[in-house]
């Protein structure tokens, strides 16, 4: 049993939570996540692990509420207790001094990417951050990552903060001008997003990793579900990855593979909704 | 009934039959299979031990159990004393009884197969098991060992793992499993379907070790959460059972297409996580029509099994050699034939073929012949020019077997590995580290549950001397 100690609505669906779990705060480094299973019966979900304190023996997930499973351990009230909670699982980041890098985070890619960015700035990174989301209300973690790097550029697609349209738009400028353009580009966020990234950089050579979200089961390589193509080779994002070099990922098919339960997952909706319907008429 | 039988007598009774669920019906649930021999059923059969001096049978036995005693004592219908029996030999009895493959151990060397049919061991094992799980009051009681004051570590709760937890709490040192999953039994829980293996099964053999006072701990990833240098700081001795690990892919194009599992993926959704059990079940598994599993082993079976059990209209095995070569346990062969299962032998996957939107359409194959033997002593498939065709499927689920997982040793360098990844271990299951011994399918590459139990049985006597020196 992890218990939670905290429970933040950070925006809309996106909550930071922090439990209690000494070894994985102690074990952790950047760039890995942890298999969160909220009860018996339930699923296994793959989170980040946004930050840990080894001292107080806690981590901090950041989670976005978008099916019944993440719904559910949102849920989870402060001093309840999740039932399994396993990791630090994947690989660590490779952090060294690039000089200047690029930090990219799209939507909860942005919690994702936090932990990165505090790594690279530990290792003496000249760190600018780009984040954006739908609107204001999506724009997490400005302050946090704000203070950790040297700019901090926010896009929002409809202008209500930051400069109006996607993270693209202010990484473009960065890589054309010679004079603030980054040796590395760290991008997280849906997919799209990310292989817009690895196309940018793609031509001027600049290397650039991604963190991929496949679906995962076990998370320790036993199961083969989180393969992704790499380059000419299938590999298994939990223990190869999550992340890898953007220029040689088939962004297509994890995008694809990612819709493989869409019609489960909908009907399951449809399920839970229909019962918290029938709880409130009561 | 008494056991002063005549050897004639005895020969004179004929091998019995486990009673079965209907086909047509098990197909549809998860019930299990086999339903268990009838008390007379296992008396009688056990009156056909010749009780040969020879005792071949406990030679074919990778734990050596101590197979004639507990079946005569079964012939004489002392229940306690042949559930003693077999306990003293045998960890994991009632597993053993359902999914050892004993037609080629036990049974493959009684005296009473050479003219007709050999003893049921494996069904008496399981009458006897069964017997002992709901009669815990008419079983000796095992005395609490002194305590030694050393402590082991064992990775991974599989077969492996339980059995040397169970042998070195019984000579009083203390016990940690880390598991990495959060439930225990390793294949036992997320490979092997409940119409094989219930899972209460598991759960009971579990309490037992619990109740020796073997302490789990369940989402402890050694390699990552604690690493074997650490263990072995904090432990007297460590034993590694982590198992098999990463599944080998066919290497062959459309093998990402949504709609191809790999069978540990399809098995652990289902065995694990309840997907396509019960209806408010919260892992999703996708359900189609026609399911093609490539593979022609005990994985391969349970896959085609459960999804004829989840819906499939067409559950297929398709098996590049023929079906003498099959290295599944016999019984699941007949028994996923009478559920329905189509057998499409002489057969290799060459590719999948998609739909327009990346789902599976059908698995191309090619015809084999056999040509002479390999390295395994089994005959070569060769390709038939030309044979190529399209076999219509939703689902394709590759079960042709797995690769050591480096998750734990890529931590652990002063393990010494083979070239294909699983650590070196001698007779007793010593590996390059000194108090650290390891043993099961990380030793063996994917093998069966009654060698992993031999491995940890032997691994636990070398572990207690080790302690003791
Ligand atoms: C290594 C790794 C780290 C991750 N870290 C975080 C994190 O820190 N915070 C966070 O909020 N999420 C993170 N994710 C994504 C998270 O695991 C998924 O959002 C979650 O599994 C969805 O579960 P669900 O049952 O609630 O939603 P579902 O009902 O399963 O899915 C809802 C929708 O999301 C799609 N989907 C399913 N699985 C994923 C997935 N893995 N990624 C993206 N979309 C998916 C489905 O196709 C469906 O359309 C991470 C994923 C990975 C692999
Ligand atoms: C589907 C299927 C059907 C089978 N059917 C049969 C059969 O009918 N008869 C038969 O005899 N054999 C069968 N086998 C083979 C048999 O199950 C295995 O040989 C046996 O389970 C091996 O035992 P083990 O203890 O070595 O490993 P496992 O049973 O694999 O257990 C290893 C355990 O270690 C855990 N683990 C892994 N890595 C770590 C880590 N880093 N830290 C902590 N824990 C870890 C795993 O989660 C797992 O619980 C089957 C196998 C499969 C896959
Ligand atoms: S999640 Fe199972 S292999 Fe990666």
Redesign the interface.
Known sequence: MFEVVSNEILAENLHKMVLVAP??AR?RKAGQFVMV?LAQ????IPLTIGDADPEAGTITLFIQAIG??TR?IVDTPVGGSI???????GKETHITNWGRVACVGGGVGTAVLFPLVKALAEAGNEITTIIGGRSSRYVILADELGALSKNLLITTEDGSLGSKGFVTGPLGEMIADPACAPKAVFAVGPVPMMKAVANMTREPGIETIVSLNPIM??G??????C???VGSE?K?AC?DGPEFDAHLVDFD?LS??L???RK??AQ?HA?TDCKIAKEVAK | MSNDLSPKERMAIERVHMPELPADERSKNFEEVNQGLTPEQAVAEAQRCLQCKSRNCVAGCPVGVSIPEFIDALASDDLPRAAQVLRGDNALPAVCGRVCPQETQCEALCVRGKKGDAVAIGYLERYVADWAMQHPEGLIAIEAPEPTGKSVAVVGCGPAGLTAAGELARQGHKVTIFE???DTGGVLRYGIPEFRLPKEIIDREVAVLSRMGVTIE????IG???TIPQLRSEFDAVFIAN?A???T?L?IMG??L??V??A??FL??VNL??AGR?A???????QRDEVAVIGGGNTAMDCVRTARRLGAKRAMIVYRRSETEMPARVEEIKHAKEEGVEFIMLTAPIAIVPTED?WVSALRCQKMELGPADDSGRRRPQAIEGSEFDLPAGIVI?AVGTSA???LTATAPDLTLNKWGNIVADEEGETSIPGVFAGGDIVRGGATVILAMGDGKRAAAAIDKYLKR
């Open positions: 070894r994985i074990a299973r019966g339930e699923e296994r019944a499973s559910k039932r399994d909670v396993a990791g630090p699982l089961i076990d320790t390589g036993m199961c083969g579900g393969r992704v193509q299938t298994f223990v098919g694809d593979r819709t493989s339960y489960e997952e399951r399920a | 990495a999953l959060h369940c989402n402890v990833i990552k959460t604690l198992g690990g990463l599944p892919m290497n093998e990402n949504k709609g599992y790999a540990n993926e652990t959704r996580m309840e019960r408010d079940s919260s892992t999703p598994i996708l990346g590759n997982n480096p998750l």
